[in-house]
């Protein structure tokens, strides 16, 4: 039971942190015209994410 609690909110905890790198990846595209920074910031936060999810997952 302890496990699946952890994994909930850690499963919470890293999608507020993508939404909050997609919100900056947003901002980079369209306030500071940086569109290579803001499409790579954006890739690299969904890989982590899904990454480190699905290893707490399997671990």
């Known amino acids: 039971?302890?496990?699946f609690i952890f994994n909930?909110?850690?499963l919470l905890i890293?999608?507020?942190i993508l939404?909050?790198?997609i919100g900056y990846g947003i901002y980079e595209i369209n306030?500071?015209?940086n569109k290579s920074g803001g499409?790579?910031?954006i890739a690299?936060?969904?890989i982590v994410v899904?990454?480190?999810n699905i290893m707490m997952l399997i671990r």
Do not use: C, G
Request: hydrophobic fraction near 50%; aromatic fraction near 16%; charge should be neutral.
């Open 44 to 46: 690299f936060s969904i």
């Open 1 to 3: 039971m302890n496990t």
């Open 50 to 52: 899904i990454s480190s």
């Open 19 to 21: 939404f909050k790198a």
């Open 39 to 41: 499409i790579s910031v």
């Open 14 to 16: 890293s999608l507020y």
């Open 8 to 10: 909930v909110i850690f």
């Open 31 to 33: 306030e500071k015209e």
